[in-house]
């Protein structure tokens, strides 16, 4: 998701983590939204990721977009 790679997100989708966190508390969709990868932000929120989930620092995945 951090790296935009549309193909592989697709493949990790059906594994039911789409809003599992890394080690400093992003989900794939708060990395994606961050560095503007559209394509990828659609697809994980087809999949079910939660939207209004918020990072460490406070922020929403819609937050982080806005201000990449």
């Not at 080690?23 to 209004?52: D, F, I, K």
């Amino acid at each position: 998701a951090e790296r935009g790679d549309l193909k592989r997100v697709a493949e990790l989708i059906p594994a039911g983590a789409v809003d599992a966190t890394d080690s400093a508390g992003h989900t794939a969709l708060t990395l994606a939204a961050s560095r503007s990868h559209a394509e990828v932000v659609a697809a994980l929120l087809r999949a079910g990721a939660n939207p209004n989930r918020r990072h460490r620092s406070g922020d929403s995945a819609l937050g982080m977009a806005v201000d990449a």
